[in-house]
């Protein structure tokens, strides 16, 4: 007996009934990023393992424990995308987009990361990221963070997710802060959970953000980040958060987030629910001026956010602010001679009429009760029947499927445009 084969574990297939929410979503998302401007960029999903370790931070989880990396027959270390930045910022120095030059840029994809699967999170996820290349002010953080609460409002969720904002201050502030947090660690480090012992003294910030109930009361005591700010990281954080104010866009001061990537400074924000468990971060970024520098470019300002389409549909759906789409708007049915080939002209027509409508024409046989079945099943909102009759006149005969007590009209192909736009538009 021969054994199937199954996908690989957390990642998954896509049905039709899931495609069709997902296109629902990816066209808020492109709608929205493109009425700011956004330009769209794509980039391969295998990229040299070099990129990450120096984007990221070999320290980091991602690098250590969860990236898809191997040796290709040449001999090169690769590594499937673990996130888009350092992808997007690649492709940007390698094209001379971002030289003295601004540039803002969108993508969509997938990522691939090896963590344990979960609802929400799993090893093939998909990300829409936003990107911007060549401004230093907080103006353009608060553009971003308005971005996402406008994707927010137009799917209807705009009151199920927190904005959580924090600034993590400059290089040399971090630098200064880290000795002290490292000292404070170590004279508890019998408190800490294994993560924590173990990010003391590889990515000391990342403690901050530990989930372990002991750990976090722990660092009440901790010493303060913000004690090590100077004058322009509090300006551009009070300017930022005026904007924010200025705009309507709620926010909460979190202290204890850094994100789960080294290569950021300044402002950090995550966009929170409460709706998904565990699994709560919808969307998260934040400035990162000192990568460009580290991947081979000119000392470069850059901001962006990354964005869950997996726990976005996931939060979307659980709040019921989302179904699948019907299949097609009208179905085309038929008895008669030579039916098929008027059924297949009936439907080009109706096409090429009725932009943007869904026309399904209906293939093999049997009778007029199956093939109402059929067009009720695919979700239809108007059904086309054709018989020797309508053929002889050029006419059709409608039945509006979303009223069982309408009456059948019959009328000529050029009057139904009007009549089958009226039914699917009410």
Known sequence: MVMSIQAIRGMNDLLPQDTSVWQQIETVLRSVVGSYGYSEVRMPVLEKTALFCRAIGEVTDVVEKEMYTFEDRSGDMLSLRPEGTAGCVRACLEHNLIYNQEQRLWYMGPMFRH????????????????EVFGLEGPDVDAELIIMTAQIWKTLGIEKEVTLQLNTLGSKEERASYKKELVAFLEKN?????????????????????????????LLKKAPSLSSHFGEKTLNHFNELKALLDAAGVAYEINDRLVRGLDYYNYTVFEWVTTALGSQGTVCGGGRYDGLVEELGGTPTPAVGFGLGLERLILLLTTLDKVQAKAIADVYVIGQGSDIQKHLSLTASY????????????????????????????????????????????????????TDKDAQQMTVALEESIELIGRIINK
């Open 115 to 130: 963590e344990r699967p979960q609802k929400g999170r799993y090893r093939q996820f998909h990300q829409l990221g936003c």
């Open 350 to 401: 109706l096409r090429s009429k009725l932009d943007g409508v869904r026309v399904m024409m209906h293939c093999g046989g049997g009778n007029f009760k199956k093939q109402f079945k059929k067009a009720d099943r695919v979700g239809a909102r108007v059904a086309v029947v054709l018989g020797d009759e309508e053929i002889a006149k050029n006419q059709v005969t409608l039945k509006d499927m």
């Open 189 to 217: 480090f019998d408190s800490l959970d294994e993560d924590s012992k173990r990010r003391t003294h590889t990515n000391p910030l990342r403690v901050l953000d530990s989930k372990d109930p002991g750990v976090i009361e």
